[in-house]
């Protein structure tokens, strides 16, 4: 009757709102927090600089002066609390869906780092601290010299305590689940040993592939160098091989401790004449100069990419740029220094590089390397070094169209072009290499598998160049193996880096007989520049 309806009526109405409240209890305390979070998140993104630029480093809201810290400044992230509101937010806002990790180079080749389980971990180890979290909001998050707010540990108990007590990076040699990356066979986050482990920290070649492929925006690179940052610079805390590089860099100016002078050597070694500021006694760039060439480090010292270097500036010549270069007035940007978190060494470098710069008037500027292209173009401006900053495959495809360098001579071989993850991912610069390579007579362009948006990196970024790889596949030889895949006989690059390690994993797979020796790696303008030389 219409009793029994209204009963029954009334039962599911109840039941419908015990499901959704039900169901928002649920959301609050499981991954599906994501629901909620991930269009905040996406909204505070860095998006389009989540890739490209790091930040600098900051004290509460504002950046840390390194001439003038603040009394309680930390460097980096050491701890939990250490992390800026949208590291937090990142940690909460992550779905699990690992396509971070399905895309990570040091993944794919057997090291312990998962994007994923790095996020999983931090957002573990966040959602146990928050009753200390909470508990120190009103009073502030320390107490005088960075100590722990006492007060607010003896408030939340042992068993929370000892969670905001465990170190936030450190090695789980000899713990239980090391091998599972802290997890249990069930699934269950171990308590025991660091928050992450030390070996995946230092795994990450900062590609991009992660931040890139997250659906909601999460920053990994950013969290991943603010530990780097805390291990380096108060922990001093990281793989012995980067004390030369870091030695290197503040002493000689470059990675490879080599001298000022012979920054210079490349000149000897082209038939035309390459123009060097304060030759003549200039104080500033000359009118009639079109481009400052920043050779780069690697660009001036090491073999193949000096080739490199010879091949941009023979082509300039050929098409009537302009332009000049700083000889031993330059050194390092401090890219490498800041991917291994020591951000002192980076300010000192950058800062010096920017009076330089700022002082000689400087206003266009080609590189060869994206990694300076990277740091002088998007990190300077940090430091109030505002310059056009051009990557000298973007000049050479612009000489092209202008009719000013024309390919004449046919390449009969098959190519493949390997996006390098600074000029790619970071810095989205993938139409001009292919304009420069498909404007080749002769030329079969093949891709890779794994190409633009979505290139495997070659292993040398995040300043691994400098570290020895131990853990699993070579980074390098598993993207060697790839190009040499395509059948190409010429693997192109636009990276002295990528140039370096790619000539490691062929030369490797050609001594154990993998490869042809006829296969050879070289940067887009030494390719160009066979062509453009009858």
Same mark, same amino acid.
């Given at each position: 009757?219409? $009793?029994?309806?209204?009963?029954?009526?009334?039962?599911?109405?109840?039941?419908?709102?015990?499901?959704?409240?039900?169901?928002?209890?649920?959301?609050?305390?499981?991954?599906?927090?994501?629901?909620?979070?991930?269009?905040?998140?996406?909204?505070?993104?860095?998006?389009?600089?989540?890739?490209?630029?790091?930040? #600098?480093?900051?004290?509460?809201?504002?950046?840390?002066?390194?001439?003038?810290?603040?009394?309680?400044?930390?460097?980096?992230?050491?701890?939990?609390?250490?992390?800026?509101?949208? !590291?937090?937010?990142?940690?909460?806002?992550? $779905?699990?869906?690992?396509?971070?990790?399905?895309?990570? #180079?040091?993944?794919? $080749?057997?090291?312990?780092?998962?994007?994923?389980?790095?996020?999983?971990?931090?957002?573990?180890?966040?959602?146990?601290?928050?009753?200390?979290?909470? =508990?120190?909001?009103?009073? !502030?998050?320390?107490?005088?010299?960075?100590?722990?707010?006492?007060? =607010?540990?003896?408030?939340?108990? =042992?068993?929370?305590?000892?969670?905001?007590?465990? #170190?936030?990076?450190?090695?789980?040699?000899?713990?239980?689940?090391?091998?599972?990356? !802290?997890?249990?066979?069930?699934?269950?986050?171990?308590?025991?040993?660091?928050? +992450?482990?030390?070996?995946?920290?230092?795994?990450?070649?900062?590609?991009?592939?992660?931040?890139?492929?997250?659906?909601?925006?999460?920053?990994?690179?950013?969290?991943?160098?603010?530990?780097?940052?805390?291990?380096?610079?108060?922990?001093? *805390?990281?793989?012995?091989?980067?004390?030369?590089?870091?030695?290197?860099?503040?002493?000689?100016?470059?990675?490879?401790?080599?001298?000022?002078?012979?920054?210079?050597?490349?000149?000897?070694?082209?038939?035309? *004449?390459?123009?060097?500021?304060?030759?003549?006694?200039?104080?500033?760039? #000359?009118? *009639?100069?079109?481009?400052?060439?920043?050779?780069?480090?690697?660009?001036?010292?090491?073999?193949?990419?000096?080739?490199?270097?010879?091949?941009?500036?023979? @082509?300039?010549?050929?098409?009537?740029?302009?332009?000049?270069?700083?000889?031993?007035?330059?050194?390092?940007?401090?890219?490498?220094?800041?991917?291994?978190?020591?951000?002192?060494?980076?300010?000192?470098?950058?800062?010096?590089?920017?009076?330089?710069?700022?002082?000689?008037? =400087?206003?266009? +500027?080609?590189?060869?390397?994206?990694?300076?292209?990277? $740091?002088?173009?998007?990190?300077?401006?940090?430091?109030?070094?505002?310059?056009?900053?051009?990557?000298?495959?973007?000049?050479?495809?612009?000489?092209?169209?202008?009719?000013?360098?024309?390919?004449?001579?046919?390449? *009969?071989?098959?190519?493949?072009?390997?996006?390098?993850?600074?000029?790619?991912?970071?810095?989205?610069?993938?139409?001009?290499?292919?304009? @420069?390579?498909?404007?080749?007579?002769?030329?079969?362009?093949?891709?890779?598998?794994?190409?633009?948006?979505?290139?495997?990196?070659?292993?040398? !970024?995040?300043?691994?160049?400098?570290?020895?790889?131990?853990?699993?596949?070579?980074?390098?030889?598993?993207?060697?193996?790839?190009? +040499?895949?395509?059948?190409?006989?010429?693997?192109?690059?636009?990276?002295?880096?990528?140039?370096?390690?790619?000539?490691?994993?062929?030369?490797?797979?050609?001594?154990?007989?993998?490869?042809?020796?006829?296969?050879?790696?070289?940067?887009?303008?030494?390719?160009?520049?066979?062509?453009?030389?009858?």
């Amino acid at each position: 009757g219409e $009793t029994a309806n209204e009963w029954i009526e009334t039962i599911f109405v109840l039941g419908h709102v015990a499901v959704i409240l039900g169901f928002l209890l649920l959301v609050l305390n499981s991954k599906h927090l994501h629901i909620f979070i991930a269009p905040i998140n996406v909204l505070y993104s860095r998006r389009p600089n989540g890739l490209g630029p790091l930040l #600098p480093l900051y004290v509460g809201d504002e950046k840390l002066d390194f001439e003038d810290p603040q009394e309680d400044a930390t460097f980096g992230v050491g701890r939990i609390d250490d992390f800026q509101w949208k !590291g937090l937010l990142d940690m909460a806002t992550c $779905t699990e869906c690992g396509r971070c990790q399905s895309q990570c #180079p040091a993944w794919a $080749t057997g090291k312990p780092l998962s994007p994923k389980l790095m996020i999983m971990d931090l957002r573990d180890h966040l959602f146990a601290s928050a009753p200390y979290l909470l =508990a120190t909001v009103a009073k !502030g998050n320390r107490d005088e010299m960075g100590e722990r707010n006492e007060e =607010a540990l003896a408030k939340v108990g =042992a068993t929370i305590g000892a969670e905001v007590e465990r #170190p936030l990076v450190g090695s789980r040699e000899g713990t239980e689940h090391k091998e599972t990356d !802290g997890y249990d066979a069930v699934g269950h986050r171990s308590h025991e040993g660091p928050v +992450i482990d030390e070996d995946a920290l230092w795994s990450c070649t900062t590609c991009g592939a992660c931040v890139q492929q997250c659906p909601v925006d999460i920053e990994h690179i950013d969290h991943f160098i603010d530990m780097r940052r805390n291990m380096v610079m108060v922990e001093s *805390d990281f793989p012995s091989e980067l004390n030369g590089l870091f030695k290197n860099v503040e002493q000689k100016g470059n990675p490879w401790g080599m001298n000022a002078s012979l920054r210079n050597a490349w000149i000897d070694e082209v038939d035309f *004449d390459v123009r060097v500021f304060g030759a003549e006694g200039e104080e500033a760039i #000359p009118d *009639d100069v079109e481009y400052l060439f920043w050779v780069g480090c690697a660009g001036a010292y090491e073999d193949r990419a000096k080739r490199t270097t010879k091949a941009v500036a023979e @082509l300039m010549n050929v098409a009537g740029v302009e332009f000049i270069v700083l000889g031993d007035g330059e050194t390092c940007t401090g890219d490498p220094a800041r991917r291994a978190g020591n951000e002192f060494l980076f300010q000192m470098q950058a800062m010096q590089n920017v009076e330089v710069l700022n002082e000689i008037k =400087a206003k266009k +500027i080609v590189v060869t390397c994206p990694h300076c292209l990277n $740091t002088i173009g998007r990190e300077y401006p940090q430091l109030d070094g505002h310059y056009e900053v051009v990557h000298h495959t973007q000049l050479l495809a612009q000489m092209l169209q202008e009719k000013r360098l024309t390919p004449v001579k046919e390449v *009969d071989e098959k190519v493949t072009y390997h996006d390098p993850c600074y000029l790619g991912r970071h810095n989205k610069i993938y139409v001009p290499p292919r304009e @420069l390579v498909a404007a080749i007579p002769g030329v079969n362009l093949v891709e890779m598998e794994r190409s633009v948006e979505k290139s495997f990196c070659c292993g040398a !970024g995040g300043a691994r160049m400098w570290m020895e790889e131990t853990i699993g596949e070579r980074v390098n030889v598993n993207r060697s193996d790839e190009a +040499i895949g395509t059948g190409a006989t010429k693997i192109a690059v636009g990276c002295p880096f990528c140039n370096v390690m790619l000539n490691d994993g062929t030369t490797q797979r050609k001594q154990e007989g993998a490869a042809s020796e006829d296969i050879e790696v070289l940067d887009v303008a030494a390719l160009l520049l066979e062509s453009v030389k009858d």
